[in-house]
């Protein structure tokens, strides 16, 4: 199933895909940290929301 990009708010809460700009902007603004720390966080952790919010100290 792809992507439906006229949903807004409709980020899958249990992955970050980083292929996605509108995602990549949305999970960075969501944990409140850059698009360049979002990246090295998923690189250093995985895609799972969960494990990238705890490596960002928490998030929101």
Known sequence: MSDDKTRSGGLDR???SLSEDY???DWAAKFGVTEKALRDAVARVGARAEDVQRELGGGR
């Open 23 to 25: 995602e990549v902007r």
């Open 14 to 16: 249990k992955l970050i």
